[in-house]
């Protein structure tokens, strides 16, 4: 990861936890990642959530509502874990878009199941970060870190697996 930028570093070099600086700067710069991954899914879901339509409305509607708020609860420990690494956290729809590996949606709403597919495909993208967090966290000894991230894929894991269901005919 690239040396953080000076609005993103916070009080790094203070902290004696056991991991050094730069390690802690590439996990915190990979968490950053997975933390737009993460609110770009949110905005994603929320969205379907408000314009799905179709026979299965009901059950989208509703799985949607469960698979954002769960998004939602994801990110503040997501963004904790950075600042007990001792950097700042990005916060801004600029700082997430330059940073999510997932795209917008797009501006006129999908049908119900491209709706779908695209949350398959978003939540495999987001398991995908959260396995490369665990990689560099798990090589720094970083525990706290790599045990969010085990949490993180089971969730993406199976959601997207719940998702892909919907899928088959």
């Known amino acids: 990861m690239s040396k953080s930028s000076p609005a993103l570093q916070a009080s790094a070099a203070a902290l004696h936890i056991g991991i050094s600086a730069k390690d802690r700067e590439n ?4 968490l950053s990642r997975l933390l737009a991954d993460t609110y770009t899914l949110y905005l994603t879901t929320h969205n379907f ?6 026979p299965m409305f009901n059950a989208l509607h509703l799985m949607f509502m469960e698979q954002y708020t769960e998004l939602w609860n994801a990110v503040d420990p997501i963004a904790e874990r950075i600042r007990a690494l001792g950097f700042f956290v990005p916060g801004s ?14 501006a006129q709403p999908p ?12 939540h495999e993208a987001v398991a995908k970060t959260a396995r490369e967090v665990f990689s560099v966290a798990d090589a720094a000894n970083d525990q706290p870190t790599a045990d969010l991230m085990t949490q993180r894929l089971d969730i993406h894991e199976k959601t997207a697996w719940m998702l892909r269901s919907l899928l088959d005919s």
């Open 27 to 30: 996990i915190a710069g990979h």
């Open 49 to 54: 959530h408000w314009n799905v339509t179709g």
């Open 93 to 106: 729809y600029q700082a997430f878009s330059s940073r999510s590996s997932l795209d917008d949606v797009p």
């Open 111 to 122: 049908k119900a199941q491209e709706m779908i597919a695209i949350l398959v495909k978003g």
